[in-house]
């Protein structure tokens, strides 16, 4: 069985704008001067690595005063919610004004019986729909996620790990919405955060003990893991990092699996000298627990459809 993890470097390739310094850009202005402050001590766009430091300095304060000092929960929460404005507000009005061919996506994405990613953007809300009833199984029916339905020996299936934009949790039960009465799937997701104050299903926690523990309260999220966690066969791994900071709980997946073989697509690997090289495989071989093919990502499939735009 063919399986392939997707991380963000699809949808930077997309469009640059999906990049950490752009989202931060995004919001810059509109943050408290306690975030603004913290983004510039830690020298860092990345909303992950601060969630992170945050939560570390928590942890820290909250054991060295014996839980008498309780740190407020508010700025991870403003630096979320932010993270989740940011990325909806670069969300294209359809697929063609980054580029994008959703027909093309399909059909790469359909060479794999799975799919697995870890992005929150609409991109692949098009790319798993096909002509002719070529679809990609995403669990969810009639809008909602069934789990006595879900059966994911059918192939051809994608698994959202960490939610998305277009997914919501109602408490009862998980929607993915279309949209609907709306003129785009953008306009659809801004109604439904503005207008009806309810959040996508959106796992940004910064350390990866986090996001596992988010995964595990909620039911679709945990069905999706323990899918990874199943996988058997090849894996190709495509704009991710594995950091295991805050994706170990995917790095940990990935070792418990039965996957026999496994490429990983570098960004410029072929520019890289030996020592790099060398680096960069003994980490991933020590990282994953296996002998890790690395390819670079140009020779990928993913890199080489017409669908770059210039944004």
Same mark, same amino acid.
């Given at each position: 069985? /063919?399986?392939?993890?997707?991380?963000?470097?699809?949808?930077? /390739?997309?469009?640059?704008?999906?990049?950490?310094?752009?989202?931060?850009?995004?919001?810059?202005?509109? &943050? /408290?001067?306690?975030v603004?402050r913290?983004?510039?001590?830690?020298?860092? %766009?990345?909303?992950?690595?601060?969630?992170?430091?945050?939560?570390?300095?928590? %942890?820290?304060?909250?054991?060295?005063?014996?839980?008498?000092?309780?740190?407020?929960?508010? #700025?991870s929460? =403003?630096?979320?919610?932010?993270? #989740?404005?940011?990325i909806?507000?670069? !969300?294209?009005?359809?697929?063609?004004? %980054?580029?994008?061919?959703?027909?093309?996506?399909?059909s790469?994405?359909?060479?794999?019986?799975?799919?697995?990613?870890?992005n929150?953007?609409?991109? &692949?809300?098009?790319?798993?729909k096909?002509?002719?009833?070529? !679809?990609?199984?995403?669990?969810?029916?009639?809008?909602?996620?069934?789990?006595?339905?879900?059966?994911? @020996? @059918?192939?051809?299936?994608?698994?959202?790990?960490?939610?998305?934009?277009?997914v919501?949790?109602?408490?009862?039960?998980?929607? $993915?919405?279309?949209?609907?009465?709306?003129?785009?799937l953008d306009?659809?997701?801004?109604?439904?955060?503005?207008?009806?104050?309810?959040?996508?299903?959106? #796992?940004s =926690?910064?350390?990866?003990?986090?996001?596992?523990? /988010?995964?595990? $309260? @909620? =039911?679709? &999220?945990?069905?999706?893991?323990? !899918?990874?966690?199943?996988?058997?066969?090849?894996?190709? #791994?495509y704009?991710?990092? &594995?950091?295991?900071?805050?994706?170990?709980?995917i790095?940990?997946?990935?070792?418990?699996?039965?996957?026999?073989?496994?490429?990983?697509?570098?960004? !410029?690997?072929d520019?890289?000298n030996?020592?790099?090289?060398?680096?960069?495989?003994?980490?991933? @071989?020590?990282?994953?627990?296996?002998?890790?093919?690395?390819?670079?990502?140009?020779?990928?499939?993913?890199?080489?459809?017409?669908?770059?735009?210039?944004?």
């Open positions: 069985m /063919s399986n392939l993890l997707i991380g963000n470097g699809l949808s930077i /390739s997309i469009s640059k704008k999906f990049s950490y310094t752009s989202l931060r850009e995004r919001v810059s202005g509109g &943050l /408290s001067p306690a603004e913290l983004f510039k001590q830690f020298d860092t %766009d990345d909303f992950e690595h601060l969630l992170t430091k945050i939560k570390d300095a928590r %942890d820290v304060i909250e054991a060295i005063t014996d839980g008498q000092v309780i740190v407020s929960q508010s #700025i929460d =403003e630096i979320k919610s932010k993270l #989740i404005e940011a909806g507000g670069m !969300n294209p009005r359809g697929p063609r004004d %980054d580029g994008l061919d959703p027909q093309a996506l399909n790469a994405l359909k060479k794999y019986s799975n799919v697995f990613t870890t929150y953007d609409i991109y &692949l809300y098009w790319g798993r096909g002509k002719d009833g070529f !679809n990609i199984n995403d669990f969810f029916f009639k809008g909602d996620f069934d789990l006595n339905r879900a059966d994911p @020996n @059918n192939g051809d299936s994608i698994f959202f790990l960490h939610g998305a934009l277009f919501f949790d109602e408490g009862n039960k998980v929607v $993915k919405i279309g949209k609907g009465e709306f003129i785009t306009d659809a997701i801004k109604d439904r955060i503005v207008n009806k104050n309810s959040l996508p299903l959106f #796992i =926690e910064g350390s990866s003990q986090e996001k596992l523990s /988010s995964i595990k $309260k @909620n =039911e679709y &999220l945990s069905f999706c893991y323990q !899918n990874l966690r199943g996988m058997s066969g090849d894996l190709d #791994i704009g991710h990092g &594995l950091s295991p900071d805050v994706d170990g709980h790095v940990d997946a990935i070792k418990a699996s039965k996957i026999d073989d496994i490429t990983y697509y570098q960004y !410029n690997l520019q890289m030996t020592g790099e090289v060398a680096h960069l495989q003994a980490t991933l @071989n020590t990282r994953l627990g296996r002998i890790i093919k690395l390819v670079d990502s140009s020779k990928h499939e993913l890199s080489n459809w017409s669908i770059w735009g210039t944004s």
